[in-house]
């Protein structure tokens, strides 16, 4: 069933009411095609899903009734995992940024790096990330998250590392050293975990060193060589199930 | 470092020797534009990696002198696990071979079930099989496995289910019902495991209930919905990480 992201302000809970607008109206009418008394499912992006029957189809609005409300089932519980990436090359980003929806990422933290190729400026940079976040709006919708992850502006290192108090725990992903993600996980009850992974070419050791001494931990994400892609993707789909979050208890 | 898959024939142990042909003598030459005196690594897919260097460099031919020798260390030594998938649509299949050898997968296994979408006659079905070796070629050397996983060719679900007797556990990845992944895997030393996902339409219940009666388990993989090229990878990566293969020992 399609789901739609809302706003606390389009619903109306003395008529138990809620009101889709803009792209939303487009989608449901000429893409999925439902018509009044189509049934959909709406959420807040706070924690709250509705289930919604049509009752009025306009030119700009489409105005539901609440026919129930739940809590929303799709979000991790026991960490927030955010995923920093150095920019790798073309589309690989789209493929972070939608798999990681997927996988539960609360926020993405795009940074370049030494070895960054991909040269965004800030006009480029702010267009880009209109289209991230309307990549991750997507795949929130279609994994049913309870909420929409975050996007964060395109970040140099340096603002990459001012970031680090935020967080519980900081993996930082390097091929040539580190603990394996077991290791650094197992006794560890983080709230909040970075992990920060690098571009194509990888991070230099000046880098490493840098990370470790303002607080992260170094990961190594076993003897295969993972593509600036895969390696987030690996590691978020193993936090979430050493916490449970795939499904299950805790390890 | 660049790295060659090569075949036992090719090899000259008594001169300490090896000849590269085909493909890759384009790809040395072209691509990376390598001379005499250049390094590479070669692997025989069987567990030994030979760093060489190039002595003599003709038409259709490079030959090598072997300057060392030594284990391969990209297989996963515990368990081997094979992905079987119901054809998604597009280049999704590119994307599990790719990541799926990054993760270690020893085999893939493309079938069709009940609400498969994409159609392949057996022409079709050989061409593609041949695209798909190379994917797999080609991601298993980026990413230094010892050896290049198997593509079988397409599979209608009898001869899908009739494969299940090779392997010690059976996980089918099904939306609607399962185990989560950690107690499937919790005390149970499997040495092969064979992970089973559906197309973009998920699985029927008959399938479902099909799989169970033949010995599958029934597989659940979180509250969040993975697309059919996701699941796997997720599947992979955490199976991996369970039995010490994504570094690390096994938890």
């Keep these: 069933m399609q789901r739609y992201f809302i706003e606390a302000n389009q619903i109306d809970v003395a008529t138990q009411s809620l009101t889709l607008t803009g792209d939303d109206v487009h989608h449901i009418k000429n893409v999925m095609r439902l018509e009044v008394e189509g049934i959909i499912l709406c959420c807040d992006g706070v924690g709250t899903d509705y289930r919604v029957m049509i009752e009025q189809i306009s030119g700009k609005e489409i105005r539901c009734r609440i026919l129930e409300s739940f809590s929303s089932t799709g979000e991790p519980e026991r960490v927030e995992v955010t995923i920093a990436f150095s920019l790798p090359k073309g589309d690989k980003v789209d493929w972070v940024l939608q798999k990681g929806t997927e996988l539960g990422a609360s926020a993405f933290l795009p940074f370049t790096s030494a070895r960054t190729v991909v040269k965004l400026d800030e006009k480029k940079a702010g267009k880009r990330r209109d289209r991230w976040q309307r990549i991750v709006k997507e795949a929130a919708e279609q994994s049913r998250r309870g909420r929409i992850p975050t996007v964060h ?37 983080a709230r909040s975990i970075l992990v920060i992974v690098g571009p194509e070419g990888g991070f230099t050791e000046d880098e490493a060193t840098e990370v470790v001494s303002e607080g992260a931990e170094l990961l190594h994400l076993g003897p295969r060589i993972l593509r600036a892609e895969t390696a987030p993707l690996a590691a978020i789909a193993c936090i979430h199930y050493t916490y449970g979050e795939l499904g299950g208890e805790p390890l």
Tied chains: 1, 2.
């Design 153 to 189: 502006s395109l970040m140099n290192w340096r603002q990459c590392l001012a970031q680090f108090s935020s967080y519980d725990q900081i993996l930082f992903a390097y091929e040539r050293g580190g603990k394996a993600l077991y290791q650094l996980l197992t006794g560890r009850k």
